[in-house]
């Protein structure tokens, strides 16, 4: 079924229509326009679902920009703290940890750009839909307007009862079918965070990181949150400041490996990175 149906509205090429045609072209056009009205009525069904996700997504992601960039910071701060009392094994630590949290930052912005853009095409499919279900109504009417006259009796009283009809029901609010959608949508999100929470989770060793992280673009996330901090900027750190090249895993900074024996500093550290098997990205 096409996006749309042309429906006769006039005689082709100026011969008068017979009433059995226009009986005919009424009826075909009541069956164009019902197929029609379910297609475009799933497509509702559709977009309503993807807007839930879509919604669900972009609050997560905002979320997580805000979280990374309080880690980040509470990272960085710590680092500062640690190089400061010649901690310079902890301020690489820390600052490796600020790394991992402008990843996090980037990601997320990148994602709400991405579902911010989604948000914004689906509202403009939303109207188009809406606008798509008022002009198939409107067209069967055109039909039944210029084929109605040229049928006389019963059989004009039938084509108006059918019309009648048929439009009535395609004249029926989406509301039902928008909310039933969006209950459905709502229900699989949460059952899909149920089976993430309920995932074994993989241990992931420092070799797999080195392997896995993308430091890529977080050096410009690193300055603008050592500016918001008051702290300097990298290239300009001060003697005996620790500067981690963003290129490199952490624990390759500052004087050497990381002693997992050693004990910990009070700043706080970097959360342990761990997959969950079935999570969702």
Do not use: C
Not at 18 to 31: C, G, Q, Y
Not at 125 to 144: K, P, T
Not at 170 to 193: F, I, N
């Amino acid at each position: 079924m096409p996006d749309s149906w042309n429906p006769p509205t006039g005689p082709p090429n100026g011969t008068p229509v017979r009433p059995a045609d226009a009986k005919r072209e009424i009826e075909d056009a009541v069956d164009a326009a019902r197929a029609h009205d379910q297609t475009l009525r799933a497509r509702v069904a559709v977009l309503a679902a993807a807007r839930v996700e879509a919604g669900a997504r972009l609050e997560a992601a905002t979320s997580e920009i805000e979280d990374a960039r309080s880690l980040a910071k509470r990272a960085f701060v710590g680092a500062n703290e640690a190089a400061r009392a010649g901690q310079r094994a902890d301020a690489a630590r820390l600052t490796g940890a600020a790394q991992v949290f402008a990843m996090r930052l980037r990601d997320a912005r990148a994602a709400v750009a991405e579902w911010e853009a989604v948000v914004a095409t689906s509202s403009a499919q939303w109207h188009q839909l809406d606008a798509g279900l008022a002009e198939n109504v409107g067209r069967l009417r055109a039909v039944a307007a210029a084929r109605l006259p040229m049928l006389g009796g019963r059989k004009a009283a039938r084509s108006q009862a059918l019309v009648d009809e048929t439009v009535a029901a395609l004249s029926v609010p989406v509301t039902d079918l928008v909310a039933q959608a969006v209950a459905g949508a709502r229900a699989e999100l949460v059952a899909a965070d149920e089976a993430a929470s309920a995932a074994v989770a993989v241990e992931v060793t420092v070799d797999d990181l080195e392997r896995e992280v993308d430091y890529g673009g977080t050096d410009e996330i690193l300055d603008e949150l050592r500016v918001e901090l008051g702290l300097p900027t990298a290239g300009t750190m001060p003697e005996g400041e620790v500067e981690v090249d963003a290129a490199r895993p952490a624990a390759d900074a500052g004087t050497g490996q990381h002693d997992a024996g050693q004990e910990e500093a009070s700043p706080p550290e970097a959360p342990p990175v761990s997959h969950a098997s079935g999570a969702r990205s």
